[in-house]
């Protein structure tokens, strides 16, 4: 194995980087992302610039051209503005939502039902998914970066499946969102949405989907995965914990209309919560000056990502799926709205 190199049960083969090495790929990418407007200034601290790089196994110039689309992206969609009311119909049957419970490493639980499912509009559900991603990031604590999610396969159907949405949703979570996910669990997943899985294998970078676990019911290991994970009291008892309340979309609507406020206030402050700009290395000045944000404007956005070869990891149990799993918890059909 080469020097600077390790293999990882998670990650496979990945660069080995000193604190000092990391600090300085991490100023390097914010040289050449240059000056950024004041509301996107947040998302180019160091823990920002870090996950992006870690994405893209340190290299610099992907991780720059990663972070450029990603700073593009922020300012025309605008994710820190969605509100619940814009998205409400979409949550109505509880197909996702934070749950109130964290796991044992304090990061926020996403729950993702995909037969619950409400809508055909590509457009809404990604919508719906981004408040969701939002949401999480916004309730993460100060020593955490990450969230799980959960996903329950009670009554999952064909119908649930559209490779559409799964594209889609893969694109947000991995170019937008990069290491953000920390695990997710499939619970019960039937056998016939096996095939589905090798059919999204493309859209799916190894990161992703070595972050995923399929988990069952009927065996003997899941009590004890579930358990290590999760406060057994607090967990949902359709994932075999003793929490038998169930969804309750009025008492969630309060808890999102709380938060929205909360989000209001960051913004109008022009800052990040400490949790969700996590400065885990020294943070630079950031200069507030708006610039173009053209991904195109940088010499190193000529070199097109290839998130395969660029991470040159290997799947293990957990296996590819990641988002095959998310997209069918926003799904509908394949004759969904164009985005």
């Known amino acids: 194995m080469s020097a600077g190199m390790k293999k990882s049960p998670s990650n496979g083969s990945e660069n080995i980087l000193t ?8 100023s390097e990418v914010r040289k ?5 407007p004041d509301k996107l200034s947040a998302y180019c ?30 300012s025309e969609y605008k994710p820190e503005e ?11 049957t509880g197909k996702i939502y934070r749950s109130n419970y964290m796991d044992k490493h304090g990061r926020p639980v996403l729950v993702m039902r995909p037969s619950c499912q409400n809508s055909k509009s590509t457009k809404g559900q990604i919508r ?32 649930h499946i559209s490779v559409k949405v799964t594209r889609e949703t893969a694109h947000v979570l991995q170019d937008h969102y990069p290491e953000r996910l920390g695990l997710a669990i499939l619970y019960n997943p039937p056998k016939f949405f096996e095939p589905f899985y090798t059919l999204v294998k493309p859209f799916l970078e190894p990161k992703t989907y070595n972050k995923v676990k399929f988990v069952y019911a009927e065996d003997l290991n899941t009590k004890k995965i579930m358990e290590d994970l999760f406060d057994i009291e607090k967990l949902e008892a359709a994932f075999g914990g003793n929490d038998t309340a169930g969804f309750d ?6 808890r999102m209309k709380e938060d929205d406020k909360k989000r209001s206030t960051i913004c109008t402050s022009g800052s990040l919560p ?17 610039v173009k944000l053209d991904s195109n404007s940088d010499a190193s956005d000529n070199e097109k990502t290839d998130s395969s070869s660029s991470h040159g990891i290997e799947p293990e149990i957990i ?15 394949d004759d969904v709205d164009q985005v």
């Open 32 to 36: 050449l992302i240059g000056t950024v």
């Open 274 to 290: 400490l949790a969700a700009s996590q400065p885990v290395l020294t943070s630079a000045a950031l200069s507030l000056d708006p």
């Open 319 to 333: 296996s590819d799926h990641n988002m095959a799993v998310a997209a069918s918890t926003t799904k509908a059909a």
């Open 249 to 254: 979309i009025n008492k969630y609507a309060e």
């Open 45 to 74: 601290s160091d823990a920002s610039i870090a996950r992006h790089l870690r994405a893209r196994n340190w290299n610099v110039k992907k991780a720059t051209k990663m972070l450029k689309d990603t700073l593009k992206w922020r």
């Open 19 to 26: 604190s000092e090495e990391q600090q300085a790929k991490i």
């Open 128 to 159: 719906y998914l981004v408040y969701c991603l939002e949401n999480a990031i916004l309730n993460l604590p100060p020593d955490q970066e990450q969230m799980v999610w959960l996903i329950d396969f009670q009554g999952f159907n064909l119908s």
């Open 82 to 92: 969605i509100r619940w009311e814009e998205v409400a119909r979409e949550a109505e």
